[in-house]
């Protein structure tokens, strides 16, 4: 279709203010007004008709391409090209449609204009704004920029959020410092400014800020300084709002103090070892226990540099376990040996230490000292243990004296009631000498009683130290004419003078007057006897040794039933049982024991032991 | 000794012996019963009955509480010995000890003899006290 133009529009056209073509479809230039003949320095006659490929394919080959694609795809294009007269300088071409009455495009309007690099630049300048406020929204961090020259400042959005102050506030230097907390934070925003501006040391300092509403917020304030011929120009900086970090980081601090000063404060050992056993935290309580002034003596080093060898290893093998089976080992109780020797109960626990994946990464261990706790439960252990010795003690008298006054009463009752049915006058005087004798039995036997009751009935007997040879002396006098009859030898010149023990002198008298005699009573019919007396004392143990070179005794057969009330081992007239009996009594009333050690045909030997505590 | 002590009194209480002796004698003729002050000799006695090829007794009264060797003792090395006769042992004693009691029935399992358990005192002889010997007699 060819494209009619008035010759009164062409006149209109010609006038216009900027440079425009109008090319039809068939890309031929229609009409093109003075500004765009002057601006690409071209003659009317030779422009129109002319296609405009023909015009630009040596100077601006873009525009051909841009009018067949806005023909194809109508719509506004807009692009730069190289101006070829100045290198400062670019052409910017708008490309548009042209419709006719019915709105069918049937040709492209073409406008160019200068454009300097310096509206490029303002046009890039504008799309970097752009990204930083998106950049700063998203990272929290505000911007400020301060110039040096007019004193102003810049504050962009998220600077003002973060003061808590409306699009419109206008800071300024002073005020901007002033947000700063009173104190710390606002000295030293000031002197970084300063310094900054003096010395040009950029800053970056984490510091509170009290925000117009009041609130307090933790900021990490930054800033560059800028100069121009060594003068300071401009401070360009970020301010950015870390108030949740801070609050965070104190809070695990806080529970770290808490959890710390908890540790410390337990009357409980607090350990925490890695897999090889080697403590990496303790606490205060173990830091006092191992004797270490500082927790960093103790860290890194295993139980092998801090116990005994051997309680170590059982120390390492729990924890092995403890890792190997993730099953904690509560409650223990366990003993631990310091490299100083001295002992220490314990009531350990042993957990183990989970990293992230469920495995044991190590230990920890808590122990509570429990050698007081122990020491006492030792103590009333022993103490039940004499308890129910003596209740067994008790009880077995209680069935001597029952056995004994029973054998005679029985005797009486079978006497008493032949008696009633003898006829016969001799056989009756017969059962009443017996009944006599029965009547003295009872006697003699209710007076060993009375001596054994009289020994344990005296809880507080008076023990004294008693010089042995002394003793000696003086039980050999009493015995004198018996030792004699019996040609008896007491050998105890090998006792030292001043050899003492300590025991209650009557006791002592009693029992080894009782040994001497038994040693020369059961004597060995081929020999005479001989009794040798020898004394050692040891730490707290005096044993007083009385051997013999009698008869003996069968210990196989008689050992249990030796120290026994009315146990006799003899043929023997005297022999009553009740002598040996008396004598472990007396022994064990002054907290000592007796032992005996005997072959047959050739002697025994009892040895006495007292101890010297209390 | 002569074959015909069929009854043992052991015990070294004379006056138990006595007591015994006469208590027995209203059942049984007095030339059957031998007595012993302890253990050791009854067992002494039963031995070279044994080996003589005697007869041993039917009847045993055991004391327990006695020297050298006592009843329980005397029960243990009975009981080592090879006897086929089983023989009639009355326990009698003035012990109240439980320990005792227990014993009692602890030889009671071990051993063929017939064994009975009495406390003193014995007033009277009832015909099961000498059952095998009533029989023998």
Redesign the interface.
């Known amino acids: 279709m060819k494209t009619v133009v008035s010759k009164n529009q062409t006149y209109l056209f010609r006038q216009l203010p900027n440079p425009i073509a109008v090319v039809n479809a068939n890309g031929e230039v229609v009409l093109v007004s003075d500004q765009w003949l002057d601006f690409f320095d071209m003659v009317w006659d030779n422009t129109i008709g002319a296609s405009i490929n023909a015009i630009f394919s040596n100077i601006h080959p873009e525009v051909t391409s841009y009018v067949s694609k806005c023909m194809d795809h109508p719509g506004n294009y807009s692009f730069t090209s190289q101006n070829p007269h100045s290198k400062d300088t670019l052409i910017k071409f708008l490309v548009k449609p042209w419709y006719d009455t019915n709105e069918n495009p049937t040709g492209t309007i073409i406008e160019a204009r200068y454009q300097t690099r310096q509206i490029q630049m303002e046009e890039k300048l504008e799309s970097f704004d752009a990204l930083l406020h998106g950049l700063s929204t998203i990272t929290n961090v505000g911007i400020w920029e301060y110039n040096f020259q007019n004193q102003k400042l810049y504050w962009s959005k998220m600077t003002k959020k973060i003061h808590e102050v409306g699009a419109d506030f206008e800071p300024e230097i002073e005020t901007a410092i002033g947000f700063y907390k009173q104190g710390y934070s606002q000295n030293t925003i000031a002197m970084l400014v300063h310094n900054a501006l003096e010395n040009k040391t950029p800053f970056k300092e984490c510091l509170q800020i009290i925000t117009q509403k009041g609130k307090e917020r933790w900021v990490i304030a930054a800033g560059q300084p800028y100069f121009k011929n060594g003068e300071a120009i401009r401070l360009v900086g970020t301010i950015q709002d870390v108030t949740d970090e801070i609050e965070t980081e104190n809070k695990i601090k806080d529970s770290a103090q808490l959890l710390q000063t908890l540790m410390d404060n337990l009357p409980l050992n607090i350990y925490v070892k890695d897999k090889d056993s080697r403590k990496i935290l303790v606490n205060k309580s173990e830091c006092d226990y191992l004797g270490a002034a500082d927790p960093e003596e103790l860290i890194g080093h295993s139980d092998f540099d801090l116990y005994d060898k051997h309680i170590a290893q059982i120390s390492r093998d729990e924890d092995v376990e403890v890792m190997k089976t993730l099953t904690p080992m509560l409650g223990r109780e366990t003993v631990n040996i310091r490299k100083d020797g001295s002992t220490t109960t314990f009531l350990t626990s042993k957990i183990p230490l989970l990293n992230t994946y469920g495995e044991a990464n190590g230990i920890i261990g808590i122990s509570m000292d429990i050698t007081e706790m122990k020491n006492k439960e030792n103590e009333l252990h022993d103490l039940i243990n004499v308890t129910a010795i003596q209740n067994k003690k008790l009880i077995n008298f209680a069935?001597i004296v029952?056995?004994n006054l029973?054998?005679h009463?029985?005797?009486f009752?079978?006497?008493l009631?032949?008696l009633v049915e003898e006829k016969d006058e001799n056989e009756k005087s017969r059962i009443i000498k017996?009944l006599t004798?029965?009547s003295n039995n009872l006697t003699d036997t209710l007076d060993d009683l009375n001596q054994v009751v009289e020994i344990n009935a005296n809880v507080n007997i008076e023990k004294e130290e008693v010089n042995i040879k002394q003793l000696i002396d003086r039980v050999a006098t009493n015995l004198w004419a018996f030792l004699r009859k019996n040609k008896a030898v007491l050998d105890y010149e090998t006792l030292n003078d001043k050899a003492s023990v300590n025991a209650v002198p009557a006791y002592l008298d009693s029992i080894l007057m009782n040994l001497f005699t038994n040693a020369v009573k059961y004597k060995h019919p081929d020999r005479d006897p001989k009794i040798q007396i020898t004394f050692s004392k040891n730490k707290n143990v005096s044993m007083i040794s009385v051997k013999d070179n009698g008869l003996g005794i069968d210990l196989d057969?008689h050992e249990n039933?030796l120290f026994g009330m009315?146990?006799?081992?003899?043929?023997h007239k005297d022999?009553r049982?009740i002598g040996l009996y008396i004598s472990k009594n007396q022994i064990e009333a002054m907290g000592g024991k007796i032992f005996v050690e005997s072959k047959v045909g050739h002697g025994s030997t009892f040895n006495i032991h007292l101890y010297e505590r209390e | 000794m002569s074959e015909n002590e069929k009854i043992f009194i052991i015990d070294d209480?004379e006056?138990?012996i006595?007591?015994m002796r006469?208590l027995l004698a209203e059942v049984i003729d007095t030339k059957y019963i031998a007595s012993f002050e302890n253990g050791e000799l009854a067992l002494d006695s039963i031995q070279s009955k044994l080996k003589n090829g005697e007869e041993i007794p039917e009847v045993i009264f055991l004391d327990i509480?006695m020297?050298?060797m006592?009843g329980w003792?005397f029960l243990q090395a009975l009981c080592e010995l090879d006897i086929e006769k089983r023989i009639r042992i009355n326990i009698i004693t003035?012990?109240?000890?439980p320990a005792d009691y227990e014993k009692w029935l602890y030889f009671q399992k071990r051993t063929n003899h017939y064994l009975d358990f009495r406390?003193?005192?014995?007033?009277k002889i009832i015909p099961e006290d000498i059952s095998f010997a009533s029989k023998a007699s």
């Not at chain 1, 009315?566 to 043929?571: D, E, L």
């Open positions: 069935h029952s056995h029973r054998s009463t029985s005797n009752t079978m006497l009631k032949f017996m004798e029965a057969k039933k009315y146990k006799t081992f003899h043929h022999a049982g | 209480d006056i138990i006595f007591g006469k509480n020297p050298i006592d003792q003035s012990s109240v000890d406390t003193k005192p014995v007033l």
